[in-house]
């Protein structure tokens, strides 16, 4: 892949995965490694491209009233400290693909189950469980190096957790801090040299993300319906999946 597909492909990934609330960092990973880049930069790239796109996304989701604060910090600060322990762990790229392309098509599979008709209490205990698993999403998400949200979008539509939009808003938030930890975690592991490597490999991509970030932030706000950024969701996640494990 030449370097200016892989701009078009970083800015059409931001666009479309910040349109639902995610940061697009496992479909960056993918395309980098495809790319062969250093292995050692994947996660650190894909996390600072996933704060560019994440920011910009987390702040329109909140000037529009959409992020139900209560929830949503809950869940990440939960989730944080386990994404910086995950971040400091040690995986192999092959370990990394296997385990991020299969959770990715379970994740997806799961979107698509039909739904059924809440019952009451429902979102009460399903909101429970999701406290008790931020921790170990957290950690995933720091051990493969991505935010996380992809991961727990699924299963807070799974529980009936929140509306579709206010599930979009909380899993952008939930990438931005656990994509700030992970990162930390990757660098305390690789050293802080790594940090001017990847920030010199991967600068246009940032800016390549940030202009797919904000219009696909944009689109989520004022422009899709809840149906529609449900589907979504569930699309592109199977779609990642895939492609990562065709790959390994």
Known sequence: MGFAALLAAFCVTALL??????????TYSALLALSGMDYRLLPVVSLL????VVSGGSI???RAGITPWRGALALTAIAAPAALLGGLT??????????????LCLAGALLLLPKRETAEGASARGGRAMLIAAAPLG?????VGIG?????????????WNTPRAIAATASLFILVNSLFGLFGQLGKSGFGILGAAANTGLPLMLAVVIGGQIGSLFAVRLFKPQVIAWLTAVLTIVVGVRLLVGV
């Open 139 to 143: 950690y995933l998400a720091g051990l």
């Open 90 to 103: 040690p995986i192999g790229e092959r370990a990394f693909l296997m385990l991020l392309g299969a959770s």
């Open 60 to 62: 329109r989701f909140a």
């Open 49 to 52: 491209c996933n704060l560019v």
């Open 148 to 160: 996380g949200g992809i991961f727990l979008a699924p299963l807070l539509h799974l529980v009936r």
């Open 17 to 26: 995965y910040a349109s639902v609330g995610f940061g697009g960092g496992s």
